[in-house]
Structure formats: structure tokens, C-alpha cells
């Protein structure tokens, strides 16, 4: 592979092709998120959507191009925490929601 000189070259579209599909897998997992949070309240949840709302918008996007978009602009760590906060507080909503329907 080292002795390749196209080495970085595939290795840059490979990688570009697996940051494209994650994002499009993630687009739907923000849309099914974007749904919970919505029955949500509080400035926090505010954010999580606006973070999960610009995923959806631009699935083929990379994290770095996201986070710099966002305003104001997010370094590409804070945004995928962001992301990572926003998914998971909706996964904590979906289940407390399922548990109240399970008890009535």
C-alpha cells in the first residue's frame, strides 16, 4: 500500500464514501429524533433540533462542513456531541414514552 502512488488518493475516496453513507444513515436516525424531541420542551432540545435539522438537510455532508455551518459555527468535536446528545435524549424521550403508555 505504501509503495502505491494512488495510495491517498483511493484512501481519500474511500473514506469519502463511508463519511457519505454514515451521514445518510444518520439523517434518518436524526429524522426519527427530530420526531420525539419535538413533543419536548426546553432550550437544550431547541439546539438538539436545530443540530439534527441541518443533518437531515445535508445528509452527504461531512461532520467538519456541518459543524462550520452551523451558527454559531461548532468546531467538528462539539457538533458530533451535539449530534451524539440529540440522538441519544431522544432515544431517553422514546422509551419514558413507551414506559408511560406500558403503565396506563
Known amino acids: 500500500m505504501a509503495n502505491n502512488p494512488r495510495w491517498a488518493e483511493v484512501s481519500a475516496e474511500a473514506n469519502a464514501v463511508r463519511a457519505r453513507q454514515a451521514g445518510q444513515e444518520q439523517a434518518v436516525l436524526a429524522r426519527a429524533a427530530v420526531a420525539v424531541l419535538r413533543m419536548q420542551e426546553g432550550p437544550h432540545v431547541t439546539r438538539w433540533i436545530q443540530a439534527l435539522q441541518h443533518r437531515i ?33 431522544a432515544e431517553i424521550a422514546a422509551t419514558a414514552a413507551s414506559s408511560e403508555q406500558k403503565g396506563n
Open 57 to 89: 438537510e445535508r445528509p452527504d455532508a461531512t461532520l467538519a462542513e456541518l459543524s462550520q455551518s452551523m451558527y454559531p459555527p461548532l468546531t467538528k468535536n462539539a457538533y458530533a456531541a451535539l449530534l451524539r446528545r440529540a440522538l441519544r435524549g
